[in-house]
Each structure stands twice: as structure tokens, then as C-alpha cells.
């Protein structure tokens, strides 16, 4: 059994570290705002795969509280990313993993700056989540989480499957760190994208409006063929298949609940959305490799603006 | 001195019916949500061309109180499309005409056939003009209002120039009213559009942004090709010079003050956008004529989504 942290322990952090308890490891939450929530109740989990309730994990208000681990899995948002070095830091010994299940391109990069390339691993879930009351988790559908590794190195990612083993999550595991993450974001960036710049609406009407179902198919299509030029460039031999990608996520996305992705939740509750890693980096690569993407482009440029709004409305500088 | 109906006393109608009624026509207005105001206080114009003030303005509250005119000037929003017929109908007498200062396309086409194409004219105002309290209205910027005729005749051009000379209004004449609606266009939709899309936002921040800035570019020329291509289909050897209509456009608008488009207005006070005639119409026109319009299809499938969201917030049908 490993010794986890989890570091940003949201509504995804919080799934797939219960999970991690659930299995019998030694799990360790970072909390902020539900702290007081879940030291009184426990975490609940409420899931299509199984409910399931830790009625007394180990939570901590700082990581210095929790020290070294074998595993950090960081869940924080893209847009606390000047903060995450700090966070991660003091669970981080001679032998941690850092596993990112986080959204948006660049981010492993950075840890590998940070701590050391060899412990850093990409896990690409493919869920939906959504927080519920504190210390209440909601898991709708779906739910793999693809284990990837920064070098693409057989025998870590091995390693990272070795992990989850035993517990009641699905792992795939991705050759290719590179175009695991592209396909997250032929999902992401359409719906998250078109979600938020719809006026704040769920999948099923992305999907059910004809104008919005030809648009994320479109921008799917865009960021396949940026992912497969960023691949390129990177001297690697995978490929993302096209037609394969946009039938598989859209017919996955048509059979699903109604659904609010990640930065819908932030854009209608005001909170800082995940535009650089998520929209403004693969654009800047499309961009920098020629690739043609007007959908993405204006769909970042909306997406820039709406979230100086909210910093707007918060009092925060832009 | 010639019997004038402001059918749809809004901010633009309003204002362009005060200037004819300073230059000495008889201006009658169609009011309603304003009529205690004006009748109280009068109509106020508050402009860069100089305030106007007119204490007692014909006003009433129907259109059969105005009876029939020389010129009726057709105000209304472009979502009253289906009521503007019996709005408009007891002002026209046999030698009525009928001048629409309204926007979008396909309007003038619906005018021609309840009331017969030859009374129809084409208003095109480039102006920044909006509501301040009931019956006052502030001109902010600009202000000429293009004349067309919907068969492009010259003589009833000439008689449409007519009924402005005198009023301080600037006034130009275009020989092809489908290259006007185009032009007129090439503003609306990257403004309107762009505004609305962005969060609600002036159009100074649309230019002071580079990615909503090239995408203001970038949809202005693909309305441009689309105009020339649906000139083309109705065999009009006009065309828009998209070089210098860009450069104008941008220009013009870069060192305008911060404007609030009518539909940005539309949607921060949640009432109904004029979607179909700035962007549908336009856009299905481009599609039929293989017209490649990534933003264009974009922003309307976003619009659509958000004045569905507007109607359902209002209680309407969607």
C-alpha cells in the first residue's frame, strides 16, 4: 500500500483519492474551503460505480502536515499554477511520484522543472464530476483515468498502473504522454469551450442546438490536427485518428447526462476559469505550427475576455 | 414640409424623427413604453451635433391615431419582424414610402411584399445612438444615414435625399441597397457579435484585446466575401472593397468611445436580440453560396444560444 497526498482536493481530487482509500492506501487530503465540512461528516461520494463515504480521512490544512509521500496526486486547477510548486513541494521526497489529473496542455512540463522530470506522470480523466454540498462529491458518468508518464517510460507507467490496482476506478494506460493529453483536449476544448461561451449551458444543448453540434465538431477537428502537428514537431510517431476521435467523444458526449464540465461550474459561479492550459497554450502551438484554427481561436479570445469579466467582478487586477 | 410616422420609437427611431421634426416636417411618433414620459416632458436629444429638445411632439399610441403619411420611418427592432406588418400598415396610403432604418437582411424583401417594392427604402445609419431615461437620447458619435431604394432606382433615391435636406443629419446616397445592407453588415456582425460574445463588453474592448481584435478582422472579411458573393447571385455588379472596408471599419471604430452595439445593450437588459436578421440570414446566405465562415457560424450559433437563454429567463416559449 502507498502513502498518497492529494493536493487540490476538489471535486475530481477528492473522487479518485476516496477512491485510492477505498482501495486501502494511506490517503492524505490537502483541504481548504471544506475542511471543517469533512472533519465533521467525512467525505461522501455519491456514484454511478458506488457510493461510498471515508467517514474519517486524514485531512490537513497545509502539506507541510503531511510530509513526503510515495504518490502526490496534484487535482489542483490549471489556474493555481503559480501556487502548485509551493503546495506539492513538502510531500515531495527522494522516491515521490507526482501524478497530475489536471486539465490543459504545458502543465507536466513545468513539474519536470520543478521536481525532476522522471517523477512526473499525466492522468487524463475522462469523468464527469461535480462538486455537491461540502464534503459531497457527485460522480455522474464515465470515469477512466489514463496513466501516462512525462518520458513516456514503459516501466514508470507501469508503475502508476501498479497504483490503482485494486481500486474501483478504470485505468488505461498511454504510451504517449503528448497525444493522451491532445485527446483530452479534443474534448475539453470543445466542451468546456462552447459550454461557457453559449451563455453557460450543459452538453446536452451543445449537442442539440444544430449551429453549437456543427462547432464542436469543427473545433474538434481543429485540435486533432494541432495535437498531430505538436506531435510532429516533438519528433514522436503517434497520431491522433480524426475521424475515429470526433466520432468516439461526440457519440460519448450524446449519451451522456446532462452535463456541466469543469469550467461551465467556474464560469457560472464567477470562479477563474482555465483559459491559459486549456485554451490560449494549444492555440499558441496550432499557431506556431501553421495549423489553420479559426473556432479555436475565437473561442479562446471569448474565453479571455469572459474571464477578465469575473476578475473584474471579483475585485482582482487583470 | 412632408407628414412623417416614427413607427418604433426607440433610440434610433427617436432620434432621426426629432432631427426631421427640428428641420420643420410634421413627425408623428409611435410610442409606447415611453409615451407618459415624453408626453410629460417631451423628447429630449442629448448630441454630439447639438441637444435638441422638442416639448410637445406628436406622440401617439397607435399607429391608426397617425393614419397615413408621406414617409413612414420604420424604427422597430428586427425581432418585431412579424408584427411590424399591422405596426405599419395604417400609415400608408397610396403614396406612401416607406424607409427602414433598421438591421440585418432580408427586411426590405418583407416590406416589398406587403406594401409593393416600390415604396420601400433602405436606411443605413452608421451612429452610436442609445436609450437614456425614458424620452431623453443620447447621440454619442457619428450619425450619417446611408439612403437606398429597394430597386435601386435613381429618381426615388433622389426623392429619399430630399426629405433630409434641411435636417442636421448627414445623409448618403448608395446606388445598390443589397451592398449597403452588406456594408452595413461588415460593422454589425463583428461588433454586435463580438461584444455579445465576450461577456458583454464595449467595443473598445473588442479592439483592445488582440485575439477578440483578429477575430473582429477576421469576421468582417468573411461578411465581406459573403456580400460579394450573394451581390454576384443577384447578378449587382456592385462589390465591397474588403481592404478599405476594413480599414475604415476598424478604424472608425477605434477611435469612437466606448460603445455599447444596440444588441450588447439587447443583452446585458435581457431583451431580445436581433439574431435572425444580423446573423442567420447572413449566414445561411454565405453557406448556400459555399462562402467559408467559421466565425460567422460560430458567433450565431453562440447568439441563438444566448437569446434562447434570454427567453427562457423571460418565461418565453423557446
Given at each position: 500500500m502507498s502513502r498518497v497526498a492529494v493536493i487540490g482536493a476538489g471535486a475530481v481530487g477528492c473522487y479518485y483519492g476516496a477512491r485510492l482509500a477505498e482501495a486501502g492506501h494511506e490517503v492524505h487530503f490537502l483541504m481548504r474551503r471544506d475542511y471543517d465540512a469533512v472533519a465533521a461528516g467525512g467525505l461522501r461520494i455519491e456514484s454511478v460505480d458506488g457510493d461510498l463515504v471515508l467517514p474519517h480521512p486524514h485531512i490537513a490544512r497545509s502539506s507541510e502536515e503531511i510530509g513526503p509521500v510515495d504518490w502526490v496526486i496534484c487535482a489542483l486547477k490549471a489556474t493555481a499554477i503559480e501556487e502548485t510548486r509551493a503546495l506539492v513541494a513538502p510531500c515531495v521526497g527522494d522516491t515521490t511520484r507526482i501524478l497530475l489529473i489536471m486539465n490543459g496542455l504545458g502543465l507536466e512540463e513545468?513539474?519536470?522543472?520543478?521536481?525532476?522530470?522522471?517523477?512526473?506522470?499525466?492522468?487524463?480523466?475522462?469523468?464527469?464530476?461535480?462538486?455537491?454540498?461540502?464534503?459531497?462529491?457527485?460522480?455522474?458518468?464515465?470515469?477512466?483515468?489514463?496513466?501516462?508518464?512525462?518520458?513516456?517510460d514503459a516501466s514508470e507507467i507501469a508503475a502508476g498502473m501498479a497504483l490503482w490496482a485494486g481500486a474501483k476506478v478504470k485505468t488505461l494506460s498511454a504510451s504517449c504522454l503528448l497525444a493522451a493529453r491532445w485527446m483530452k483536449l479534443a474534448w475539453n476544448i470543445p466542451f468546456n469551450g462552447l459550454t461557457v461561451t453559449a451563455g453557460g449551458v450543459t452538453t446536452d444543448r451543445v449537442l442539440g442546438m444544430p449551429?453549437?453540434?456543427?462547432?464542436?465538431?469543427a473545433v474538434m477537428r481543429e485540435v486533432v490536427a494541432a495535437g498531430n502537428a505538436d506531435l510532429a514537431a516533438h519528433g514522436l510517431a503517434d497520431r491522433l485518428d480524426e475521424g475515429a476521435i470526433v466520432t468516439d467523444l461526440i457519440g460519448r458526449t450524446d449519451v451522456m447526462a446532462a452535463y456541466r464540465p469543469s469550467t461551465m461550474v467556474d464560469f457560472i459561479e464567477g470562479l477563474p476559469m482555465e483559459v491559459d492550459a486549456m485554451f490560449v497554450e494549444p492555440l499558441r502551438?496550432?499557431?506556431?505550427?501553421?495549423?489553420?484554427?479559426?473556432?479555436?481561436?475565437?473561442?479562446?479570445?471569448?474565453?479571455?475576455?469572459?474571464?477578465?469579466?469575473a476578475r473584474e467582478r471579483r475585485g482582482e487586477p487583470t
Open positions: 513545468r513539474f519536470a522543472e520543478w521536481f525532476g522530470a522522471r517523477r512526473v506522470f499525466g492522468g487524463l480523466a475522462f469523468t464527469c464530476i461535480n462538486r455537491g454540498e461540502p464534503g459531497t462529491v457527485h460522480h455522474i458518468d464515465y470515469g477512466p483515468v489514463t496513466i501516462a508518464h512525462f518520458e513516456d449551429g453549437l453540434r456543427e462547432a464542436a465538431h502551438r496550432a499557431q506556431a505550427l501553421g495549423v489553420a484554427t479559426p473556432y479555436l481561436a475565437l473561442i479562446t479570445a471569448q474565453m479571455q475576455s469572459l474571464d477578465r469579466l
